[in-house]
């Protein structure tokens, strides 16, 4: 049974930082891509970053380019999301999430099968 839990949001001021985190379990991690999304109040569930199993490739929303990092140890079986220079409309539920098969790049939300609890990331202005 695949588990991913999510942890490290909080209340932070715009310009602030934060690191997520989310330890998988029940598959094999370094075999997975794994993804971030995030949801605030009434959108829909959006992209954030992406990387591949080795993480030797990143992918990320143009609107958290050059402010957020994706990395992952795969040692630990967790991945990260470094969040620099937060802004108020980055708050939302983020979540880490795992495609159905491994060795696979996606990218859209409709294409991931595991998904965890979500963690509350608040900006304040």
């Known amino acids: 049974q695949v588990q991913l839990v999510e942890s490290g949001g909080g209340l932070v001021q715009a310009g602030g930082s934060l690191r997520l985190s989310c330890a998988a379990s029940?598959?094999?991690?370094?075999?997975?891509?794994m993804g971030w999304f995030r949801q605030a109040p009434g959108k829909e569930r959006e992209f954030v970053a992406f990387?591949?199993?080795?993480?030797?490739?990143?992918s990320y929303a143009n609107s958290v380019k050059g402010r957020f990092t994706i990395s992952r140890d795969n040692a630990k079986n967790t991945v990260y999301l470094q969040m620099n220079s937060l802004k108020p409309e980055d708050t939302a539920v983020y979540y880490c999430?795992?495609?159905?098969?491994?060795?696979?790049?996606?990218?859209?939300?409709?294409?991931?099968?595991?998904w965890g609890q979500g963690t509350q990331v608040t900006v304040s202005s």
């Open positions: 999430a795992a495609p159905k098969e491994p060795f696979r790049v996606v990218l859209r939300s409709r294409d991931y099968d595991y």
């Open positions: 029940g598959l094999s991690f370094s075999h997975w891509g």
């Open positions: 990387i591949t199993w080795a993480g030797g490739s990143t």
